[in-house]
């Protein structure tokens, strides 16, 4: 990839021969040729896409061409092949999922020399790829590719993890992704530096990296005569955000890592005790933060060039949790299955990944929206340690809310919806989030002295949600059956809090770490909400 579009220095072939088949991509859509000998490696792939830096491709032509998502670019300013908030919102209104990619010039200029700093470099450029990034209204759990875009040598490793350091220190590591060939994504994955990998098929001699959630399998693609690049999502979850069409995982935001500090107990305490173990750490995993593990934690900090302030938080969650799987075995096994434990799923922590934590993994994520893998990599790490309330002695851990805004869709705008009928707004519930929505919003704010944007966010939901319970009745608890039916329940949405309701209630209270009461008060709506 380049600033004028990808430029690979290779002998290409319009048709990229696949593990036996042909991945054919042309203007009106993807087929997939496929022998007998492909079946295993199509199956993994999960949707199909592109991307580009004509920004005069339309939403629609890319729909119409059958592909499910798009990956757009954040690069210095002025640049005409930039995402634009217009754009956008055209791509999430064909229901295209976006993933966000920062290219200034793909690391080329390192070709003459690296950095003195690449630390800093990629702080810089970490900054501004999250200000042009949230400006297009991605959500701020989504992660962000930056671009590795040419045969970086051996020689460079070192400047380059420090480089993704420095993109970390910006927006979190579990949000830090990478594009780039085999080696260089191999490289991260194995320093822990990304949780997310892009890999293009250039100088990675036909080798694929496992971890890598997105390929870009060819360039020079023609799709309503604009050119483009071909890529392929390997797992529901590759870091899109706006429309659902990339896979089952579209959209799904993740909860925020916990923080886990000294004098706290718990279940979340003891896994990442397990984790600290796996990392070498004498210590014992009995779920009382103390001393040894404090001095634990400061120790891994040091020794990942993290800030040592020994409290477990964001990025050293992201650097400690490892993927687990089928047939893995210890201490990180351990600290899986006491996650899942928190869950319900009562498994023997032996720390042996057999079946049953399979089992409960796949049910973990079928009933979060993830890739239903079995497999525990960083998505699921986080969605397990960030759900509910793992550890107690602190502040409640609990799910940001999210930020709804014009033009997103879905249940939690539905959600809404039915609660600003339930103040009194005159419109219509129908989980599409357009002009009477955003006035209705303005109104509300403005009536409850909160800032007038429009953007349902933390204060205005904090302010929107009431308590329902048995016996309730009215918009109000539409709202609350809406959200229960994102994780499964399968109610009626008809306003009458009953029975169902009220079971539905006590299963996700039980299922998350909640009071359970089957009341749907303000922690119970906020991890609704933020899950």
Same mark, same amino acid.
């Given at each position: 990839?380049?600033?004028?579009?990808?430029?690979?220095?290779?002998?290409?072939?319009?048709?990229?021969?696949?593990?036996?088949?042909?991945?054919?991509?042309?203007?009106?859509?993807?087929?997939f040729a496929q022998s007998a000998s492909a079946t295993s490696a199509a199956s993994a792939v999960t949707g199909y896409g592109v991307d580009y830096s004509d920004a005069s491709l339309t939403a629609g032509s890319v729909a119409a061409a059958g592909y499910g998502f798009v990956c757009r670019y954040l690069s210095w300013l002025p640049n005409s092949k930039v995402l634009t908030l217009s754009e956008a919102q055209a791509l999430t209104a064909a229901d295209l999922g976006i993933v966000s990619n920062w290219e200034s010039d793909g690391l080329q200029d390192w070709q003459s020399g690296v950095p003195a700093d690449p630390y800093s470099q990629g702080a810089g450029h970490a900054t501004e790829a999250q200000r042009q990034a949230l400006a297009n209204g991605m959500p701020s759990s989504r992660p962000i590719y930056f671009s590795v875009d040419f045969d970086l040598q051996p020689s460079m490793y070192s400047a380059l993890n420090s480089y993704f350091d420095g993109v970390a220190s910006v927006i979190g590591r579990s949000r830090t992704g990478a594009y780039g060939g085999y080696h260089v994504i191999g490289e991260l994955f194995d320093n822990g530096k990304i949780a997310w990998g892009w890999q293009t098929y250039a100088w990675s001699g036909g080798n694929w990296d496992s971890r890598a959630q997105l390929r870009q399998v060819q360039n020079d693609i023609t799709v309503s005569g604009h050119d483009a690049d071909l890529d392929q999502a390997m797992a529901a979850d590759f870091g899109q955000w706006g429309g659902t069409g990339g896979g089952s995982g579209g959209g799904v935001i993740l909860p925020s890592w916990p923080n886990i500090t000294d004098g706290m107990t718990g279940p979340s305490v003891q896994a990442a005790q397990y984790l600290l173990r796996y990392h070498g750490a004498s210590i014992t995993a009995d779920g009382q933060f103390g001393s040894g593990t404090l001095a634990a934690a400061k120790s891994f900090q040091s020794a990942h060039g993290l800030g040592v302030d020994g409290q477990i938080g964001p990025q050293t969650w992201s650097a400690l949790v490892v993927q687990v799987q089928d047939g893995s075995s210890g201490d990180a096994v351990r600290a899986a299955q006491v996650e899942l434990n928190r869950f319900g799923y009562g498994l023997t922590v032996d720390g042996s990944f057999g079946s049953g934590s399979v089992s409960a993994a796949r049910a973990f994520q079928s009933a979060h929206g993830l890739g239903a893998d079995g497999q525990v990599g960083p998505q699921t790490w986080q969605m397990l340690v960030g759900t509910g309330n793992g550890a107690s002695g602190g502040s409640t851990v609990a799910p940001p809310w999210p930020n709804v805004i014009d033009g997103d869709t879905g249940n939690n705008v539905l959600a809404a919806q039915y609660l600003l009928r339930y103040h009194g707004a005159s419109i219509t519930a129908d989980g599409q989030f357009g002009s009477a929505t955003l006035a209705a919003a303005k109104s509300f704010q403005s009536a409850h002295g909160l800032g007038v *944007?429009?953007?349902?966010?933390?204060?205005?939901?904090?302010?929107?949600?009431?308590?329902?319970? *048995?016996?309730?009745?009215g918009d109000a608890v539409r709202a609350a059956q809406v959200e229960l039916n994102k994780f499964g329940y399968g109610l009626t949405v008809d306003g009458s809090f009953g029975s169902g309701s009220v079971s539905a209630a006590r299963a996700f209270q039980s299922a998350h770490g909640l009071d359970v009461d089957g009341q749907v008060g303000p922690q119970t709506w906020q991890m609704l909400v933020g899950s």
């Open positions: 990839m380049s600033l004028f579009g990808h430029n690979h220095q290779l002998s290409r072939r319009r048709f990229l021969t696949l593990a036996g088949g042909a991945a054919v991509a042309t203007a009106t859509g993807i087929g *944007d429009g953007q349902i966010g933390p204060q205005t939901w904090s302010a929107l949600v009431v308590q329902v319970q *048995d016996g309730s009745s």
